[in-house]
């Protein structure tokens, strides 16, 4: 790679420009470690633990059980649940039978779920065996190609004693009654062959994962992952991060079998699948399964709890976590001493969240950015606090390429310093939409012969060459971390019957770094309350992307040819907040 601005006295020592060995099938991970560490313990879940061995010889008989049902090459298989250490097993299950892995958010309405479904073609779903999720499912398939539902019930995944009494006492989450075409997870793993088919896949081409996003309209698509692109994320990010070691002398990189993640964030997530899961696998480490974040009393005493308890040393996590963290009532009664590097991505992280968070722990905290379609790491901070920058997004990972390119035609590479649409390519960069070559024309672009992926935000590049990100081309709205897709909202909306129109927003919100609100319009001669048309959106939007706050007007500002200006409406907010 020719020198570029961020290869300068910054760029971390001992990390190449580049890095190789990413051409290989994503499950490759699993398997050379299991080799390599069969009885290193992977899944921590309720002081359960599976080790490497044990996962590996699950997911082959996953592999298996699809290949039985008439899953091979090319499928989908949808997962549809929470942190659970069935998780990475049925991940690489999936994998190894040549299909593509479909990730779910469990907290998906039927209709969200549904629509996912139909839209990737799924032929078959893994569900955690639930109250609601498990008729949630069921229903969602109805009218999908979906010929196989697997529940996943967590009992046999629980301590001894634990699954004992939990049973004893009704306690084990568990639906009602389950559909006898539907296959219990633990019958099926008992009756499966631990031999996976032989599946040949071009690493370039073929996909590990369709990860849903609303991309830079708000409509939801797949962004198609390849197995290279997965790959290179998790080989880049590795290169990447180096420990600063406690007796001085140069920062070391990660180790093998040495380090406990924590899984806060969902798997159903590029975020928290690559940086979390995957990462683990590669780097045979602990990872423990925190299903609910928000878990204990008061919220996220649980989550807090289990980095002493465990002895967690990384962490990927989202500036509301942090924040989470460190305003706790009951923070100080934990040691949390043994973290030693922290990331966060998904929102901007304040400086004073830094300050306390590291004045609290020890540990370093990296701020890096991505997207969806990137598997998601483009840009991360040195992770030594001589070398970052706070309020950058850091640099591009080896062998990436970041350009800053006028807004409106999207070709004109700008000077250092100049703020422009963000543009990337590299190894990471998605192979396209799901079957959606139209969205493809609007995010690509040809830059000196090379393929470029337009990110929708907007920033700069530094003198260092750090990607500073100051406003967002998009009207995607940052929940704590996860995305809210106006247009989305605003079709739910429109189905209530006493509306006329609506436009949605995201606001400053000091718990969730954003919040949603609804501008609404009636029609004539109705009236309505806030709380009536949050209810409404209750069943049909998953909860970080319900209205917060609704606004009625007599009318919303338009444009000359009658399109609502969010824009209009988010201006005049930023206006309210800061008078």
């Not at 991060?241 to 798997?267: D, F, M, N």
Request: charged share 20%.
């Amino acid at each position: 790679m020719t020198s570029m601005p961020w290869h300068g006295s910054r760029w971390p020592e001992g990390v190449p420009y580049e890095v190789e060995n990413y051409d290989q099938p994503l499950f490759q991970v699993l398997d050379d470690t299991a080799a390599e560490y069969p009885n290193q313990v992977y899944t921590v879940f309720q002081d359960a633990s599976r080790t490497f061995g044990q996962v590996k010889d699950t997911a082959d008989r996953i592999a298996n059980f699809l290949a039985s049902r008439g899953v091979g090459k090319g499928d989908r298989v949808a997962i549809f649940l929470p942190n659970l250490p069935h998780y990475p097993e049925i991940f690489f299950g999936v994998l190894k039978s040549g299909a593509t892995c479909v990730t779910c958010n469990p907290l998906y309405t039927v209709g969200e779920l549904n629509f996912q479904l139909n839209d990737s073609g799924a032929k078959a779903v893994f569900v955690m065996d639930h109250p609601e999720f498990y008729p949630n499912a069921s229903q969602a398939i109805e009218g999908t190609g979906v010929e196989t539902l697997v529940y996943c019930n967590i009992k046999s995944y629980l301590p001894g004693i634990k699954g004992f009494l939990g049973g004893l006492l009704g306690k084990i989450p568990k639906a009602a009654s389950h559909d006898p075409a539907h296959f219990s997870y633990d019958q099926m793993i008992k009756q499966a062959s631990p031999s996976p088919p032989s599946v040949e896949l071009d690493t370039g081409k073929d996909l590990a994962a369709i990860l849903y996003t609303g991309g830079t309209t708000g409509v939801p698509k797949g962004a198609a992952l390849t197995h290279q692109n997965l790959m290179y994320d998790l080989v880049a990010s590795a290169a990447w991060i180096r420990l600063t070691s406690e007796g001085g002398g140069p920062a070391q990189p990660l180790q093998k079998a040495a380090h406990t993640y924590l899984g806060v964030l969902p798997w159903y997530h590029s975020f928290g699948l690559t940086l979390c899961m995957l990462s683990a696998a590669m780097m045979a480490g602990r990872v423990v399964c925190i299903p609910d974040p928000r878990a204990g009393d008061p919220p996220f005493t649980d989550t807090i709890a289990a980095i002493p308890k465990y002895k967690v040393d990384l962490m990927i996590a989202v500036p509301t976590i942090y924040s989470a963290f460190i305003n706790h009532p009951l923070t100080d009664n934990y040691d949390l001493t043994s973290l030693l590097a922290c990331g966060s991505g998904a929102a901007p992280l304040p400086a004073e969240v830094v300050k306390q968070f590291e004045a609290k722990t020890g540990a370093v905290i990296f701020e890096g950015w991505g997207l969806t379609e990137t598997s998601p790491v483009v840009t991360t901070n040195p992770t030594n606090v001589e070398d970052r920058k706070i309020g950058s997004v850091g640099m591009p990972l080896p062998g990436c390429e970041v350009k800053i390119v006028d807004i409106e035609q999207s070709t004109q590479e700008l000077p250092l310093g100049e703020d422009g649409e963000i543009a990337v390519h590299g190894p990471q960069v998605m192979a396209g939409y799901w079957g959606r070559p139209d969205a493809d024309a609007e995010v690509f672009t040809e830059i000196e012969g090379k393929r470029f992926f337009l990110t929708g935000d907007i920033g700069h590049l530094d003198e260092d060459g750090f990607v500073v990100i100051t406003d967002r081309k998009k009207d995607l709205i940052l929940v704590g971390g996860f995305n809210a897709y106006p247009r989305e909202i605003e079709e739910v909306l429109y189905t209530h019957p006493k509306v006329a129109q609506a436009a949605v927003v995201g606001i400053a919100d000091d718990h969730t770094g954003e919040a949603v609100k609804a501008f609404v319009q009636l029609k004539e001669g109705q009236e309505a309350t806030e709380e009536e048309i949050i209810e409404f959106c209750r069943d049909q939007l998953a909860g970080y992307k319900r209205p917060k706050f609704v606004e009625f007007r007599e009318e919303l500002p338009t444009s000359v040819v009658g399109k609502v200006l969010r824009r209009v409406l988010r201006d005049e907010e930023r206006a309210k907040q800061q008078a």
